[in-house]
């Protein structure tokens, strides 16, 4: 990936210390994830919208940021509470 964006940003104070993974997935709808264990996948056709590197370290860090606010996490416990109330 560009310049070793990710691996720059992975090292961001607050992020779990957890093995991040970065997967790239060859697909023209655009769009960017990240999934519980660390791993953030961005879509080529999101990349084909970006201009320049800077954009595209905008929404890594978003991804990661989902790490550092635990969001996976809350989604989980959101559906087990869904999956025990009915």
């Known amino acids: 990936m560009a310049h070793g964006i990710p691996d720059k940003?992975?090292?961001?104070?607050?992020?779990?210390p957890i093995d991040?993974?970065?997967l790239l997935l060859k697909e023209k709808r655009p769009n960017a994830f990240a999934m519980p264990g660390g791993t953030t996948g961005l879509?080529?056709?999101?990349?084909?919208?970006?201009?320049n590197?800077?954009?595209?370290a905008f929404v890594i860090a978003h991804e990661?940021?989902?790490f550092h606010n635990r969001d996976h996490l809350s989604g989980l416990g959101r559906a087990a509470g869904?999956?025990?109330r009915f």
Do not use: A, N
Not at 43 to 48: F, H, K, M, V, Y
């Open 9 to 16: 940003l992975k090292s961001s104070p607050g992020l779990p």
């Open 20 to 22: 991040y993974r970065f």
């Open 43 to 51: 879509i080529t056709g999101l990349l084909e919208t970006l201009d």
């Open 53 to 56: 590197e800077i954009e595209l």
């Open 64 to 66: 990661l940021g989902h």
């Open 82 to 84: 869904f999956s025990v």
